[in-house]
């Protein structure tokens, strides 16, 4: 099973807070299963769960200044090619969990 503690509503927050302070746009959340396969995410991806963005800069993407930042706020971010990818901290994807 798929779980965070973070809801939808809170990562929503969390999400719109980060694009104020990191002058960040959402390019994708929520996915269907099927869109997922489409754009080669992964099978146990948070977008299906609404618990992941895909996010882009107006300017130079943030340095590790925008970590503890977002680990504040229970996220953490990975640099995913032209894009961030942020997610809960504590989100489970494994299969066993």
Do not use: C, K
Not at 21 to 43: D, I, L, M
Not at 70 to 88: F, S, T
């Amino acid at each position: 099973m798929i779980r965070s503690a973070m809801t939808v509503e809170e990562f929503a927050t969390a999400v719109y807070d980060y694009g104020q302070a990191f002058s960040a746009s959402v390019t994708s959340w929520g996915r269907t299963v099927e869109h997922n396969r489409a754009v080669g995410g992964v099978v146990r991806s948070a977008h299906l769960a609404w618990l992941a963005v895909d996010v882009v800069y107006d300017g130079a993407r943030p340095g590790v200044e925008a970590d503890p930042w977002l680990r504040d706020r229970g996220l953490r971010r990975i640099a995913e090619g032209d894009h961030d990818h942020l997610m809960p901290l504590d989100w489970n994807a494994s299969p066993g969990a």
